[in-house]
């Protein structure tokens, strides 16, 4: 039954995404030509609105839907890291003009070229978790 109600917010999510134009390439295109605000809105929103979210079940001690404790672990910041994968992941968010998130909502709008950017994303998480422990962390 939890499968049922993730995947009835997830395609809701999906639609949400479709309808905003947030998984649209033009608008992501238009973001990384600094020619429109709407993608730095939605995504400062996004932000702004999980700091407020994250804040609001720390101090409510609010529950997973297991009824299990939500621990939030302190990271180590480390620049050179986060400035490497921000990097890859820009770029390849550039050039394929889809972020991970809505690669699913693509397909479901019907956007079949997106196949390709799926397989290599699921090739890509396989190779991480295969060379995971050879890699500094």
């Given at each position: 039954?939890?499968?049922?109600?993730?995947?009835?917010?997830?395609?809701?999510?999906?639609?949400?995404?479709?309808?905003?134009?947030?998984?649209?390439?033009?608008?992501?295109?238009?973001?990384?030509?600094?020619?429109?605000?709407?993608?730095?809105?939605?995504?400062?929103?996004?932000?702004?609105?999980?700091?407020?979210?994250?804040?609001?079940?720390?101090?409510?001690?609010?529950?997973?839907?297991?009824?299990?404790?939500?621990?939030?672990?302190?990271?180590?910041?480390?620049?050179?890291?986060?400035?490497?994968?921000?990097?890859?992941?820009?770029?390849?968010?550039?050039?394929?003009?889809?972020?991970?998130?809505?690669?699913?909502?693509?397909?479901?709008?019907?956007?079949?070229?997106?196949?390709?950017p799926i397989i290599f994303a699921i090739l890509g998480t396989l190779a991480y978790g295969l060379l995971k422990d050879k890699l500094p962390h």
């Amino acid at each position: 039954m939890k499968k049922l109600y993730f995947l009835f917010w997830g395609v809701i999510f999906g639609i949400v995404l479709i309808k905003s134009e947030v998984a649209s390439w033009f608008r992501i295109y238009e973001m990384f030509q600094f020619d429109s605000f709407h993608m730095y809105g939605v995504i400062g929103s996004a932000v702004i609105f999980g700091i407020l979210l994250t804040q609001i079940i720390k101090r409510m001690q609010i529950k997973s839907i297991d009824n299990k404790d939500l621990v939030f672990e302190d990271k180590d910041f480390l620049p050179k890291k986060y400035l490497l994968g921000g990097t890859i992941f820009g770029l390849g968010w550039a050039l394929t003009g889809a972020c991970p998130g809505p690669m699913f909502a693509l397909l479901g709008a019907g956007y079949y070229a997106i196949i390709i950017p799926i397989i290599f994303a699921i090739l890509g998480t396989l190779a991480y978790g295969l060379l995971k422990d050879k890699l500094p962390h």
